[in-house]
């Protein structure tokens, strides 16, 4: 599994994405720079696999970000063994 959370494109919640996927053993998580990832670099994680999602309505700092994703995606897949 391979997310990168982004306001730059359309995206998925970060949670109903594992509604959508099969179980994932692991998971590379993609955080931009201050400022977001670029719509393009989205389009090429994208198209090696990465699903663009969103950690919710608020616009969060990278290290915020960072910690919010690994936590949703920590809870998640414990929920699922």
Known sequence: LIVIPT???PTVPLRQL???QP???GA???IGPE????PEEVSQAV???AQAVSLGPLTLRSETAALAA???LQYEMESRE
């Not at 400022?35 to 670029?38: E, L, N, Q």
């Open 47 to 49: 198209e090696r696999g």
């Open 23 to 25: 179980f994932a053993r």
């Open 7 to 9: 306001l730059a494109v």
């Open 35 to 38: 400022g977001d990832f670029t």
């Open 28 to 30: 590379l998580l993609l």
């Open 70 to 72: 690994l936590a949703i």
């Open 18 to 20: 594992f509604s959508s």
